[in-house]
């Protein structure tokens, strides 16, 4: 079966230095890669999570994917069209919805509730017999009562908003949703009812859906997959259940031990990392992980891994994944 | 709950500066709009038998070196000091707005070409600028006009392009790209209405600006041709003969006084409505 989304290879470049300061600088040093080589595949229908510390290019992937920021390198295929080869990103945008960080300020900050989930009808010239019930329906859906049509962003809770942003990008019956960290900035008992608002309407209407998170805890409620990326690659991906119980490696064994766990009665192995996360610009040679590595060896400085199948399922960028079950929780 | 009392009108009239203010400018409006049917004579005329008269209840503001009614030719004043005003505004505003949103949206080397542009512009002595132009072109309310859109158009720009960056990063923005917006979408929908609020409150603030260079042009002598009733003329009647009649000088000056307080108080109000976090800590 043909993935819906496939990435193969994709580099994103930034700018490091501009203007004259740049013609001082090395080539090689004016730009930084904030995705190195990312290759990824999210079949019709599943739910992919993708975790990360901040600066990993958890959020680059998903702009690289609608095209608001340009590729360097790779190929980007979603149902069959490639993203990489100038597509009419205002057809791909109608199929493919966003959800941004902030709730309230990815909102427009002049418009109406109402104005703003019915934006997508106006952007795509698609015309509504009756607004009214349109606005009211897609609100309803998403969980808010028609008392909010003719509020403005700033008189939303982070919730309130959170459903808009929600609403408005379901309102195309879009095939693919990327969803910026949908539980940014809402205390828990909202995160909990927006991401059951998100099973639900992913239940309804068959979505494919790209989550960036690096709330953890969410993971086993939404994901059928995690990939786990570090410095602009991916260093593993696999079935959400393998993933937090048997990693394969060690930056995600890490990274989920990192996580607070609710139960305070359970009991764990805490594994600390060494050092910072590099900065992209001053990427280690070989493994980018092995000056942190619990687990290094003398060659991981010298080879760089590939993502290959791992032997517990999913695949891993690791020459020494981990084999043996962490120590039993 | 009273809606009217969330519209910005409502809002404004909750405040007494803002009142006070209002009060002024209607007050300014409403005279230089019926000048002619409030006048009690021909801001023109001359009666030499009535030179230099007292203020009495014939002439409310006494008469001056020409035996011309003060009060009158300050109603008329007063419709050439908002005509400059409000032309001048409207286009250094306009001339701001495009280039301001064209530096913010273009490129790095245009948005630096611009705001060395705007900054040299600036930094010229606006009075300098009047003298010199008005060396060059004929006497006249365009010239007026044309020194208050070169001197203050800059400004306009330079809150446009701040206001055009902030926002064209934000979050909102790529909100609506990533939906797929067009370019004229963005602008007009989502950014024009956002940069307006701070682009009118300077409008407001700027209006008394104005009418003071087109006074003190008038005043020196570079304004409005000789006989025309502006408010700078009067004061400069007045002040060459403030030993003898200090009456018309102090009368000159009352209605500029009225008309900086007043727009300068309704900008401070409309901006303390419009965008709080302007508001100068007093």
Redesign the interface.
């Known amino acids: 079966m043909t993935p819906l989304l496939s990435l193969r290879d994709v580099v994103v470049e930034f700018p490091a230095v501009?203007?004259l300061k740049a013609l001082l600088t090395p080539p090689e040093k004016r730009r930084v890669r904030a995705l190195d080589g990312v290759s990824l595949e999210v079949t019709a229908g599943e739910t992919l999570a993708i975790v990360g510390e901040s600066g990993s290019g958890k959020t680059t992937l998903a702009?690289a994917i609608?095209g608001?920021v340009p590729l360097a390198g790779g190929q980007v295929t979603f149902d069959g069209t490639p993203l990489h080869e100038s597509p009419d990103?205002?057809?791909?945008?109608?199929r493919v919805?966003?959800m941004?960080?902030?709730p309230v300020?990815?909102?427009?900050?002049?418009?109406t509730v109402r104005d703003l989930v019915l934006?997508?009808f106006?952007?795509?010239g698609l015309p509504l017999k009756d607004r009214q019930a349109k606005a009211v329906q897609l609100l309803e859906d998403a969980g808010l009562g028609p008392d909010f049509l003719n509020r403005y962003p700033h008189q939303l809770s982070g919730g309130q908003a959170r459903r808009v942003g929600v609403a408005?990008a379901l309102a195309l019956t879009p095939t693919l949703v990327l969803a910026d960290e949908p539980t940014a900035g809402l205390d828990v008992s909202v995160q909990g009812e927006i991401l059951n608002l998100m099973n639900r309407i992913k239940a309804d209407h068959g979505l494919t859906t790209l989550i960036i998170t690096h709330n953890l805890n969410i993971l086993r409620h939404i994901a059928d997959r995690i990939a786990v990326m570090y410095l602009g690659r991916i260093v593993e991906v696999g079935p959400v259940e393998r993933l937090l119980t048997a990693p394969a490696h060690p930056y995600t064994r890490a990274l989920m031990a990192a996580n607070p766990e609710p139960d305070p009665t359970a009991r764990r192995e805490r594994i600390v990392l060494k050092g910072e996360t590099p900065a992209l610009n001053a990427r280690p040679p070989g493994c980018e992980f092995h000056p942190r590595c619990p687990v290094a060896r003398p060659d991981c400085a010298t080879r760089i891994p590939r993502l290959e199948p791992a032997t517990t399922g999913g695949q891993v960028a690791c020459h020494y994944p981990l084999t043996q079950e962490p120590a039993p929780a | 709950m009273n809606a009217f009392r969330h519209t910005l009108l409502g809002r404004l009239l909750a405040d007494p500066l803002a009142v006070f203010a209002l009060a002024i400018v209607t007050l300014l409006v409403v005279s230089a709009i019926f000048a002619d049917v409030i006048a009690p004579h021909d801001p023109t005329a001359m009666n030499l038998v009535d030179r230099f008269a007292t203020p009495s209840t014939t002439y409310w503001m006494g008469t001056d070196n020409l035996g011309r009614d003060t009060f009158s030719r300050l109603l008329q004043g007063g419709r050439i000091a908002l005509y400059v005003a409000l032309t001048a505004v409207t286009i250094s505003g306009l001339i701001g707005l495009i280039l301001g949103m064209l530096a913010g949206f273009g490129p790095?080397w245009l948005d630096n070409a611009l705001l060395f542009f705007f900054d040299t512009l600036r930094a010229y002595p606006t009075i300098i600028l009047a003298l010199a132009l008005a060396a060059l072109m004929p006497r006249g309310l365009g010239t007026v006009i044309i020194v208050v859109v070169i001197t203050s158009f800059a400004e306009y720009g330079r809150v446009v392009r701040t206001q055009t960056l902030s926002l064209k990063n934000?979050?909102?923005i790529?909100?609506?790209?990533?939906?797929?917006?067009?370019f004229a979408?963005i602008v007009f929908?989502?950014i024009l209405?956002?940069v307006l609020g701070p682009f009118f409150i300077l409008a407001a603030m700027n209006l008394p600006v104005v009418i003071t260079i087109e006074a003190g042009m008038s005043f020196l002598g570079i304004g409005v041709p000789p006989g025309t009733p502006s408010w700078g003329a009067t004061l400069k009647d007045g002040f060459d003969y403030i030993r003898t009649t200090p009456w018309i000088l102090l009368s000159g000056g009352l209605p500029l006084i009225l008309a900086t307080v007043g727009f300068t108080f309704l900008g401070e109000a409309l901006r303390d409505q419009l965008d709080p976090r302007l508001r100068k800590t007093r």
């Open positions: 501009g203007g702009r609608n608001l990103w205002h057809a791909i945008r109608r919805a966003m941004f960080q902030d300020g990815s909102l427009s900050p002049r418009k934006e997508p106006a952007i795509h408005r | 790095r934000s979050e909102f790529l909100a609506e790209r990533a939906m797929g917006a067009s979408r929908h989502h209405p956002n």
